[in-house]
């Protein structure tokens, strides 16, 4: 059956660093792939949306990288700031609208 | 502009009882989804529809549980009788679809915790 991971230890980074989280995905091959970010208490909310097509997309501090190849899709915070501590999820598609979605990875920055 | 609404935010009851959770999807969208989130198993699908239709049920846990969408405004889920291990945060999600586009982002609302002792 198909397999998302992502880093499963929480990301501590400094103010100021870019936080690069990592989604890696087995057995599938998805047409896309999106990332979302939760805070705790909420649901989740839509940041960006990659094609298997499309090898890079960015949004303000945003970028997502997306290798079929490697089966893996990079998601990158730029400038990070003590707002953008929070969990992230990638999600990928399957079937027809259905979303399978990672375990998500834990972002703190620190001040 | 109003998100998905969901109701009630916390739920606790006890074994046995039934439960319902409720959801309002964004206005216009026509697919709606939900799911359960625990540490243990992450977010899972349980159930989507597509113009109130289901169009798959595969993630429900068994027959305790069941979701309805009587109209494009309203949907419920319902476990009859509860279990502790139902105990999770619910969420309920819409989107759009644009004909054979399934490529768009979800909506989710804020959730309900549930819990059952």
């Known amino acids: 059956s198909q397999k998302i991971e992502q880093n499963s230890e929480a990301l501590n980074i400094q103010e100021g660093k870019t936080a690069t989280l990592t989604c890696n995905y087995t057995?599938?091959?998805?047409?896309?792939l999106q990332w979302y970010r939760q805070d705790p208490g909420r649901g989740p909310v839509f940041l960006l949306l990659?094609?298997?097509?499309?090898k890079e997309k960015r949004k303000e501090r945003l970028k997502v990288t997306f290798d079929t190849t490697l089966k893996q899709s990079l998601f990158h915070i730029t400038a990070s700031q003590p707002a953008d501590s929070a969990t992230y999820l990638c999600a990928l598609d399957w079937q027809g609208g259905k979303l399978i979605f990672g375990q998500g990875t834990e972002l703190s920055v620190k001040p | 502009d109003a998100g998905v609404i969901q109701s009630p935010r916390h739920e606790v009851t006890e074994m046995g009882q039934e439960v319902t959770l409720r959801c309002k999807p964004i206005s216009g969208h026509n697919s709606l989804f939900w799911y359960r989130q625990t540490m243990m198993r992450g977010l899972e699908l349980l159930i989507y529809f597509n113009n109130n239709v289901p169009i798959d049920d595969s993630g429900m846990p068994e027959d305790r549980f069941s979701a309805k969408m009587p109209n494009a405004s309203f949907s419920t889920l319902k476990i009859q009788p509860s279990e502790p291990r139902d105990s999770a945060v619910y969420f309920c999600a819409s989107s759009p679809r644009q004909g054979k586009r399934w490529d768009q982002p979800q909506h989710f609302g804020d959730g309900t915790r549930l819990s059952i002792l």
């Open positions: 057995n599938y091959s998805p047409a896309y």
């Open positions: 990659i094609r298997e097509n499309e």
